[in-house]
Protein backbone atom coordinates (compact mmCIF):
# COMPACT_ATOMS: atom_id res chain seq x y z
CA UNK A 1 0.00 0.00 0.00
CA UNK A 2 1.54 3.17 -1.17
CA UNK A 3 0.32 5.32 1.72
CA UNK A 4 2.31 2.46 4.58
CA UNK A 5 5.08 2.78 1.99
CA UNK A 6 5.16 6.94 2.79
CA UNK A 7 4.87 6.80 6.37
CA UNK A 8 7.26 4.34 6.68
CA UNK A 9 9.58 6.47 4.30
CA UNK A 10 9.43 9.48 6.74
CA UNK A 11 9.80 7.59 10.07
CA UNK A 12 13.27 6.44 8.38
CA UNK A 13 13.66 9.71 6.84
CA UNK A 14 14.27 11.04 10.77
CA UNK A 15 15.71 11.07 13.73
CA UNK A 16 13.48 12.33 16.71
CA UNK A 17 9.64 11.20 16.34
CA UNK A 18 7.14 12.70 18.91
CA UNK A 19 3.59 10.44 19.05
CA UNK A 20 0.75 11.87 19.85
CA UNK A 21 -3.02 11.58 20.43
CA UNK A 22 -6.49 12.74 21.49
CA UNK A 23 -7.50 14.62 24.74
CA UNK A 24 -8.95 12.13 27.88
CA UNK A 25 -7.52 9.11 25.82
CA UNK A 26 -9.10 5.92 26.28
CA UNK A 27 -7.11 2.39 25.16
CA UNK A 28 -7.22 2.81 21.64
CA UNK A 29 -5.58 6.30 21.44
CA UNK A 30 -3.25 5.13 24.45
CA UNK A 31 -3.03 1.53 22.26
CA UNK A 32 -2.07 3.37 18.48
CA UNK A 33 0.05 6.19 20.10
CA UNK A 34 2.56 3.77 22.30
CA UNK A 35 1.98 0.71 20.62
CA UNK A 36 3.43 2.93 16.93
CA UNK A 37 6.35 3.88 19.34
CA UNK A 38 7.25 0.29 20.77
CA UNK A 39 7.19 -0.66 16.34
CA UNK A 40 9.46 2.34 16.19
CA UNK A 41 12.02 1.78 18.56
CA UNK A 42 12.42 -2.39 17.94
CA UNK A 43 12.83 -1.57 14.41
CA UNK A 44 14.42 1.51 14.64
CA UNK A 45 16.53 1.49 17.90
CA UNK A 46 18.95 4.40 17.19
CA UNK A 47 16.07 6.75 17.05
CA UNK A 48 14.39 8.88 19.39
CA UNK A 49 10.80 8.09 19.75
CA UNK A 50 8.71 9.92 22.60
CA UNK A 51 4.74 9.77 23.44
CA UNK A 52 3.33 12.82 25.18
CA UNK A 53 0.25 14.14 26.50
CA UNK A 54 -1.70 14.12 29.61
CA UNK A 55 -1.16 11.24 31.68
CA UNK A 56 -4.94 9.74 32.31
CA UNK A 57 -4.91 7.95 35.88
CA UNK A 58 -6.85 5.18 35.30
CA UNK A 59 -5.47 3.95 32.12
CA UNK A 60 -1.63 4.49 33.73
CA UNK A 61 -1.68 0.41 33.66
CA UNK A 62 -1.30 0.17 30.06
CA UNK A 63 0.77 3.11 29.24
CA UNK A 64 2.40 6.31 30.84
CA UNK A 65 3.75 9.54 28.75
CA UNK A 66 7.46 10.94 28.20
CA UNK A 67 8.71 13.97 29.25
CA UNK A 68 9.03 15.80 26.26
CA UNK A 69 10.61 19.34 25.61
CA UNK A 70 9.97 21.95 23.57
CA UNK A 71 13.05 21.89 21.78
CA UNK A 72 12.83 17.96 21.18
CA UNK A 73 10.31 19.75 18.28
CA UNK A 74 13.09 20.96 16.46
CA UNK A 75 13.39 19.41 12.82
CA UNK A 76 11.40 16.22 13.95
CA UNK A 77 8.67 14.13 12.64
CA UNK A 78 5.21 14.31 14.59
CA UNK A 79 2.38 11.61 14.06
CA UNK A 80 -1.11 12.38 15.46
CA UNK A 81 -3.29 8.99 15.69
CA UNK A 82 -6.54 8.17 16.64
CA UNK A 83 -7.69 12.04 16.83
CA UNK A 84 -10.19 13.63 14.22
CA UNK A 85 -9.94 16.98 14.36
CA UNK A 86 -7.46 19.28 15.84
CA UNK A 87 -8.64 20.88 18.51
CA UNK A 88 -9.04 17.63 20.21
CA UNK A 89 -4.97 16.63 19.64
CA UNK A 90 -3.58 16.59 23.25
CA UNK A 91 -0.38 19.01 23.62
CA UNK A 92 -0.83 21.86 20.69
CA UNK A 93 2.98 21.83 20.75
CA UNK A 94 2.08 19.21 17.52
CA UNK A 95 2.40 21.83 14.93
CA UNK A 96 6.03 22.45 15.71
CA UNK A 97 7.88 20.40 14.13
CA UNK A 98 9.06 19.95 10.96
CA UNK A 99 6.55 17.23 9.58
CA UNK A 100 3.46 16.39 10.34
CA UNK A 101 1.06 12.63 9.80
CA UNK A 102 -2.14 11.94 10.26
CA UNK A 103 -3.30 8.45 11.28
CA UNK A 104 -7.11 8.15 12.01
CA UNK A 105 -10.01 5.93 11.61
CA UNK A 106 -12.87 8.51 12.31
CA UNK A 107 -14.47 10.65 9.43
CA UNK A 108 -12.21 12.69 7.81
CA UNK A 109 -13.67 15.98 8.44
CA UNK A 110 -10.67 18.59 9.81
CA UNK A 111 -7.80 17.89 6.92
CA UNK A 112 -4.08 18.20 8.93
CA UNK A 113 -1.13 16.76 8.58
CA UNK A 114 1.54 16.95 5.57
CA UNK A 115 0.36 13.21 4.99
CA UNK A 116 -2.71 12.24 6.01
CA UNK A 117 -3.68 8.56 6.22
CA UNK A 118 -7.62 7.73 7.27
CA UNK A 119 -9.77 4.52 7.43
CA UNK A 120 -12.70 4.54 8.25
CA UNK A 121 -13.82 1.40 7.47
CA UNK A 122 -11.27 0.13 10.77
CA UNK A 123 -12.40 -0.64 13.52
CA UNK A 124 -9.72 1.03 15.51
CA UNK A 125 -5.94 3.31 15.25
CA UNK A 126 -4.57 0.25 16.63
CA UNK A 127 -5.91 -2.12 14.24
CA UNK A 128 -4.54 0.67 11.27
CA UNK A 129 -0.91 0.83 13.17
CA UNK A 130 -1.13 -3.06 13.47
CA UNK A 131 -1.65 -3.14 9.88
CA UNK A 132 1.43 -1.14 8.59
CA UNK A 133 3.61 -3.02 11.04
CA UNK A 134 2.52 -6.17 9.38
CA UNK A 135 2.22 -4.70 5.79
CA UNK A 136 6.09 -3.36 5.87
CA UNK A 137 6.91 -6.75 7.48
CA UNK A 138 8.01 -4.57 10.78
CA UNK A 139 8.87 -6.49 14.20
CA UNK A 140 6.79 -6.02 16.74
CA UNK A 141 7.42 -6.94 20.60
CA UNK A 142 4.76 -8.18 22.87
CA UNK A 143 4.32 -4.97 24.55
CA UNK A 144 3.66 -3.78 21.11
CA UNK A 145 1.18 -6.44 20.67
CA UNK A 146 -0.74 -5.90 24.21
CA UNK A 147 -0.97 -2.21 23.36
CA UNK A 148 -2.12 -2.40 20.18
CA UNK A 149 -4.25 -5.54 21.25
CA UNK A 150 -6.04 -3.57 24.24
CA UNK A 151 -6.80 -0.70 21.85
CA UNK A 152 -8.58 -3.08 19.21
CA UNK A 153 -10.24 -4.76 21.84
CA UNK A 154 -11.31 -1.30 23.89
CA UNK A 155 -12.79 0.06 20.35
CA UNK A 156 -14.55 -2.73 19.12
CA UNK A 157 -15.86 -3.70 23.22
CA UNK A 158 -14.20 -6.93 22.93
CA UNK A 159 -15.54 -7.16 19.13
CA UNK A 160 -19.25 -6.70 19.44
CA UNK A 161 -19.67 -2.87 17.76
CA UNK A 162 -20.32 -3.31 14.47
CA UNK A 163 -17.14 -1.67 12.89
CA UNK A 164 -15.68 -5.13 13.66
CA UNK A 165 -14.65 -6.65 10.33
CA UNK A 166 -13.42 -9.60 9.52
CA UNK A 167 -9.74 -8.11 9.01
CA UNK A 168 -10.45 -6.81 12.58
CA UNK A 169 -10.21 -10.77 14.01
CA UNK A 170 -7.54 -11.51 11.52
CA UNK A 171 -5.15 -8.55 12.94
CA UNK A 172 -6.06 -9.40 16.35
CA UNK A 173 -4.99 -13.39 15.77
CA UNK A 174 -1.33 -11.65 14.31
CA UNK A 175 -1.15 -9.62 17.89
CA UNK A 176 -2.32 -13.05 19.89
CA UNK A 177 0.59 -14.96 18.66
CA UNK A 178 3.08 -12.76 20.98
CA UNK A 179 3.82 -13.49 24.23
CA UNK A 180 1.39 -11.58 26.53
CA UNK A 181 -0.84 -12.62 28.72
CA UNK A 182 -4.13 -11.43 26.74
CA UNK A 183 -6.84 -12.96 29.62
CA UNK A 184 -5.33 -10.66 31.96
CA UNK A 185 -5.38 -7.54 29.88
CA UNK A 186 -9.28 -8.34 28.88
CA UNK A 187 -10.14 -8.97 32.68
CA UNK A 188 -7.97 -5.46 33.42
CA UNK A 189 -10.43 -3.84 31.07
CA UNK A 190 -13.39 -5.47 32.25
CA UNK A 191 -12.66 -4.52 35.82
CA UNK A 192 -13.46 -1.37 37.84
CA UNK A 193 -13.14 0.21 41.81
CA UNK A 194 -17.06 -0.41 43.63
CA UNK A 195 -17.51 3.10 43.41
CA UNK A 196 -17.92 3.01 39.24
CA UNK A 197 -20.39 -0.65 40.37
CA UNK A 198 -22.16 2.00 42.68
CA UNK A 199 -22.57 4.68 39.85
CA UNK A 200 -23.88 1.89 37.64
CA UNK A 201 -26.60 1.39 39.84
CA UNK A 202 -27.11 4.96 40.19
CA UNK A 203 -27.56 4.86 36.11
CA UNK A 204 -29.99 2.59 35.37
CA UNK A 205 -32.05 3.89 38.81
CA UNK A 206 -32.11 7.39 37.09
CA UNK A 207 -32.44 6.25 33.36
CA UNK A 208 -34.78 7.94 30.58
CA UNK A 209 -36.18 6.09 28.72
CA UNK A 210 -39.12 6.99 25.83
CA UNK A 211 -41.32 4.83 24.04
CA UNK A 212 -39.13 4.28 21.11
CA UNK A 213 -35.99 3.62 23.30
CA UNK A 214 -34.11 6.84 23.18
CA UNK A 215 -32.65 6.94 26.98
CA UNK A 216 -30.04 9.88 28.76
CA UNK A 217 -29.24 10.37 32.57
CA UNK A 218 -27.21 13.44 34.12
CA UNK A 219 -24.49 12.81 35.73
CA UNK A 220 -24.09 16.30 37.58
CA UNK A 221 -21.27 17.84 39.82
CA UNK A 222 -23.15 16.74 43.03
CA UNK A 223 -23.21 13.07 41.52
CA UNK A 224 -20.22 13.08 41.01
CA UNK A 225 -18.67 14.28 44.17
CA UNK A 226 -20.98 11.84 45.79
CA UNK A 227 -19.33 9.09 44.11
CA UNK A 228 -15.66 10.14 44.45
CA UNK A 229 -15.60 10.14 40.45
CA UNK A 230 -13.66 12.43 37.90
CA UNK A 231 -15.39 12.83 34.47
CA UNK A 232 -12.76 10.13 32.74
CA UNK A 233 -14.03 7.69 35.50
CA UNK A 234 -17.52 7.94 34.38
CA UNK A 235 -16.43 6.21 30.86
CA UNK A 236 -16.90 2.63 32.80
CA UNK A 237 -20.33 3.17 32.40
CA UNK A 238 -20.84 4.73 28.74
CA UNK A 239 -21.81 1.42 27.40
CA UNK A 240 -24.36 0.36 30.22
CA UNK A 241 -27.82 1.73 29.06
CA UNK A 242 -27.22 -0.25 25.74
CA UNK A 243 -27.51 -3.80 27.85
CA UNK A 244 -31.26 -2.93 28.15
CA UNK A 245 -32.72 -4.63 25.37
CA UNK A 246 -35.41 -1.00 24.90
CA UNK A 247 -32.73 1.04 24.77
CA UNK A 248 -31.51 2.12 21.13
CA UNK A 249 -29.99 5.50 20.87
CA UNK A 250 -28.44 6.69 24.51
CA UNK A 251 -26.91 10.02 26.02
CA UNK A 252 -24.71 10.38 28.79
CA UNK A 253 -24.85 14.14 30.02
CA UNK A 254 -21.63 14.48 32.52
CA UNK A 255 -21.23 17.98 34.18
CA UNK A 256 -18.08 19.64 34.05
CA UNK A 257 -16.57 21.62 36.44
CA UNK A 258 -17.16 25.02 34.56
CA UNK A 259 -20.93 24.34 34.10
CA UNK A 260 -21.05 22.83 30.66
CA UNK A 261 -22.08 18.69 30.04
CA UNK A 262 -19.90 16.54 27.83
CA UNK A 263 -22.08 14.63 26.30
CA UNK A 264 -21.79 10.90 25.10
CA UNK A 265 -23.69 9.45 22.55
CA UNK A 266 -24.29 5.71 21.52
CA UNK A 267 -26.18 4.00 19.23
CA UNK A 268 -27.18 0.14 18.36
CA UNK A 269 -27.97 1.18 14.72
CA UNK A 270 -29.69 4.55 14.24
CA UNK A 271 -26.71 7.22 13.11
CA UNK A 272 -25.98 10.01 15.95
CA UNK A 273 -23.18 11.37 14.84
CA UNK A 274 -25.17 14.30 13.25
CA UNK A 275 -25.85 15.05 16.16
CA UNK A 276 -22.78 15.49 18.04
CA UNK A 277 -21.87 17.73 15.13
CA UNK A 278 -24.32 20.44 15.81
CA UNK A 279 -23.14 20.51 19.05
CA UNK A 280 -19.45 21.00 19.19
CA UNK A 281 -18.94 17.51 18.62
CA UNK A 282 -17.93 14.47 16.23
CA UNK A 283 -17.22 11.04 15.72
CA UNK A 284 -18.57 8.04 14.55
CA UNK A 285 -22.04 7.10 13.46
CA UNK A 286 -22.87 4.92 16.30
CA UNK A 287 -20.35 6.80 18.80
CA UNK A 288 -19.95 10.38 19.31
CA UNK A 289 -19.12 12.86 21.49
CA UNK A 290 -20.85 16.24 22.22
CA UNK A 291 -20.95 19.68 24.29
CA UNK A 292 -23.65 20.99 25.86
CA UNK A 293 -23.59 24.61 27.56
CA UNK A 294 -26.75 24.77 29.20
CA UNK A 295 -30.14 22.68 30.18
CA UNK A 296 -32.00 23.99 27.21
CA UNK A 297 -28.81 22.35 25.16
CA UNK A 298 -29.35 19.01 27.12
CA UNK A 299 -33.06 18.89 26.45
CA UNK A 300 -32.43 20.14 22.63
CA UNK A 301 -29.58 17.31 22.32
CA UNK A 302 -32.45 13.93 23.68
CA UNK A 303 -34.80 15.72 21.64
CA UNK A 304 -32.61 15.33 18.58
CA UNK A 305 -31.89 11.36 19.70
CA UNK A 306 -35.71 10.98 19.61
CA UNK A 307 -35.99 12.40 16.25
CA UNK A 308 -33.58 10.31 14.81
CA UNK A 309 -35.42 7.11 15.80
CA UNK A 310 -38.79 8.84 14.81
CA UNK A 311 -37.16 9.27 11.36
Do not use: C
Request: aromatic share 10%; charged share 25%.
Amino acid sequence: MTAYKNILAKIKAYDTIIIHRHMKPDPDALGSQVGLKEIIKTNFPQKTVKVTGYDEPTLDWLAQMDVVADEDYQGALVIVTDTANRPRIDDQRYLTGDFLIKIDHHPDEDFYGDLSYVDTTASSASEIITDFALHNQLQLSAQAARLLYAGIIGDTGRFLYSATTSKTFRIASELLKYDFDFSALARQMDSFPYKIAKLQSYVFENLEIDENGAARVVLSQDILKKFDLSDAETSAIVSSPGKIDTVQVWAIFVEQADGHYRVRLRSKSAIINEVAKRHAGGGHPLASGANSYSLAENEDIYQELKNVLKS
